[in-house]
């Protein structure tokens, strides 16, 4: 069963910045559609970023300009700088595949992992 491990989560000031990471355990990474995604407590889990396969981007409107999603195949590894950061920014952020190759919700292709905390706090 392929796993999702996301690391790089932490603290840091308002104005900061912060480099996500997302592992994937699987043999083939390269076809997937890839997503970040965040979700504060008693809310919905939201797009952040996303990544074709062909390396197209997609980001949500309250973070274009301060994040940046990126992959690398070989190391089966999806990222996500994140700069400028706000204390709005502060979730777990999860990463996954839709299924869809047209929209960013809907069923994935992989069990949640646990994210990774992302706090923004002066």
């Known amino acids: 069963q392929v796993q999702l491990v996301e690391s790089g989560g932490g603290l840091v000031q308002p104005g900061g910045s912060l480099r996500l990471s997302c592992a994937f355990s699987?043999?083939?990474?390269?076809?997937?559609?890839m997503g970040w995604y965040r979700q504060a407590p008693g809310k919905q889990r939201e797009l952040v970023a996303g990544?074709?396969?062909?390396?197209?981007?997609n980001y949500a409107d309250s973070v274009k300009g301060r994040f940046t999603i990126s992959r690398d195949n070989a190391k089966k590894t999806v990222y996500l700088q994140m700069n400028s950061l706000t204390p709005e920014d502060t979730d777990v952020y999860y990463c996954?595949?839709?299924?869809?190759?047209?929209?960013?919700?809907?069923?994935?292709?992989?069990?949640w992992g646990q994210g990774t905390k992302v706090t923004v706090t002066s």
């Open positions: 996954n595949a839709p299924i869809s190759r047209s929209v960013w919700y809907g069923r994935f292709a992989f069990v």
């Open positions: 699987g043999n083939i990474f390269s076809i997937y559609r």
């Open positions: 990544i074709g396969s062909d390396g197209i981007t």
